[in-house]
């Protein structure tokens, strides 16, 4: 068993919050949920009425099955995509090594980000309740992370429920 104890729980409680930002642009066609759990994007999406060629890769392929109706990857697709969006991935302390974890997150935020032809949505939490669960970033350092990916921020959300910053970023010239 990984994280999650369901196939269905995507770590949020029924929240979309960190989804809003997403209104903020309207030209994206093509989208990958990189880290998708049970596709609640893709349900957020159509309670939204927003049409795009939706995409989601996990590795918890249950989730997948049983949640996804949409093209879906095990394993990090190829090609490039309007939107990238990397949510509840960058904050979960892997194997009780936090700095390993966060070199990972680094990592796997440059695998997503060169992924995206235009936007990445990605958040990353900053609440240090559990040390040994969540490796805490302050909207400074999660700044030069998406700088260092080759993006600029155009919008950030502070969700203070939850804990995190939300950011939408576009890919710089």
Known sequence: MGIYSRPENDGYMGSTRRFFLLKNIVDFRTVLDFGSGPCSLLRWFQSEGISCSYEAYDLREDSLELFCPCKQHHQAPEGVYDLVCLLGVLSLVRGGDPEGSRNEFRSTLAQAASLSGRYLLV????????????????????????????FEVLHHDEDRQMAENIFLCIRRP
Not at 125 to 149: G, N, T, W
């Open 123 to 150: 958040n990353f939490s900053y609440q240090d309740k559990y040390p040994r669960y969540i490796v805490p970033h302050m909207p400074d350092e999660a700044r030069c992370m998406i700088s260092d990916v080759g």
